[in-house]
């Protein structure tokens, strides 16, 4: 019987367009982004913000990004 939670999981952990990632900058910084596969988040160092994303789909609202712990 397959793993309906896996499956689930998969679905919702698309990867991003790596030609979207090429455009893609902060919101607040204006400054580059690093894809956080495992976390399916977008990093901005400079803002110390985690923009997630959901569905391959990154939402760059201020409002949805965690700030980023001081050891990450």
């Known amino acids: 019987m397959p793993d309906t939670d896996t499956n689930a999981n998969q679905q919702n952990q698309a990867d991003v367009d790596p030609r979207l990632l090429d455009v893609l900058v902060c919101p607040l910084t204006r400054s580059a ?34 700030d980023l712990a001081d050891d990450e």
């Open 33 to 66: 982004l690093h894809y956080d596969r495992a976390r399916q988040e977008l990093i901005s160092q400079q803002a110390r913000k985690a923009f997630p994303v959901r569905a391959g789909v990154p939402i760059m609202l201020l409002e949805e990004a965690r």
